[in-house]
T-cell receptor, first 110, second 113 residues
Framework: DAKTTQPNSMESNEEEPVHLPCNHSTISGTDYIHWYRQLPSQGPEYVIHGLTSNVNNRMASLAIAEDRKSSTLILHRATLRDAAVYYC???????????FGGGTRVLVKP | GAVVSQHPSWVICKSGTSVKIECRSLDFQATTMFWYRQFPKQSLMLMATSNEGSKATYEQGVEKDKFLINHASLTLSTLTVTSAHPEDSSFYICSTDRRNIQYFGAGTRLSVL
């Protein structure tokens, strides 16, 4: 499986945007870019995913580089409830297992 | 609402006993479920892939005789930690895929005394 690299942690102020980078230089053409987050003492939850084009949903936006070797998850207005570990994961197809890296721990300051 | 239900959310047991964790898909059929383990301040590690009607596929280093997986129906997979020891204390999480999105259970925190 192609590997992803994320910063260990990031801090943000409440109500400000958060940009979470993810490098995946060995991504293949069939890899989807998925983002999940894990709040303390909970199972992970889906945030967003994409293949080539930028994506938006009610939780976040996903900006994918033109060469697909990197992507950025954007939380437009961070709230205290967004404090979590965010995982960037590459998945080849539906039903495939997920391989979790270290993720980025996001701290939101009031 | 929840797509995957995991039970129990928390269990304490004595060393040497067995503990069963259930993972149910709600309102849809899950032919494949995944079981993860997470130690404090670490990431999730895949333990095994549970396949309905067939044997589970275990990741390297995971003892299949210690972590018994049963996926007897399309909506239920169970993980049994047999003869649990304190080093098995961890956060166990199940997941399944629906329409190219992974849905996770809330997790089971196991403490072995």
């Amino acid at each position: 499986d192609a590997k992803t690299t994320q910063p260990n942690s990031m801090e943000s102020n409440e109500e400000e945007p958060v940009h979470l980078p993810c490098n995946h230089s060995t991504i293949s053409g069939t890899d989807y870019i998925h983002w999940y987050r894990q709040l303390p003492s909970q199972g992970p939850e889906y945030v967003i995913h994409g293949l080539t084009s930028n994506v938006n949903n009610r939780m976040a936006s996903l900006a994918i580089a033109e060469d697909r070797k990197s992507s950025t998850l954007i939380l437009h207005r961070a709230t205290l409830r967004d404090a979590a570990v965010y995982y960037c994961i590459l998945i080849k197809a539906a039903g495939n297992k997920l391989t979790f890296g270290g993720g980025t721990r996001v701290l939101v300051k009031p | 609402g929840a797509v995957v239900s995991q039970h129990p959310s928390w269990v304490i047991c004595k060393s040497g006993t067995s503990v069963k964790i259930e993972c149910r898909s709600l309102d849809f059929q899950a032919t494949t479920m995944f079981w993860y383990r997470q130690f404090p301040k670490q990431s999730l590690m895949l333990m095994a892939t549970s396949n309905e009607g067939s044997k589970a596929t275990y990741e390297q280093g995971v003892e299949k005789d210690k972590f018994l997986i049963n996926h007897a129906s399309l909506t239920l997979s169970t993980l049994t930690v047999t003869s649990a020891h304190p080093e098995d204390s961890s956060f166990y999480i199940c997941s399944t895929d629906r329409r190219n999105i992974q849905y996770f259970g809330a997790g089971t925190r196991l403490s072995v005394l």
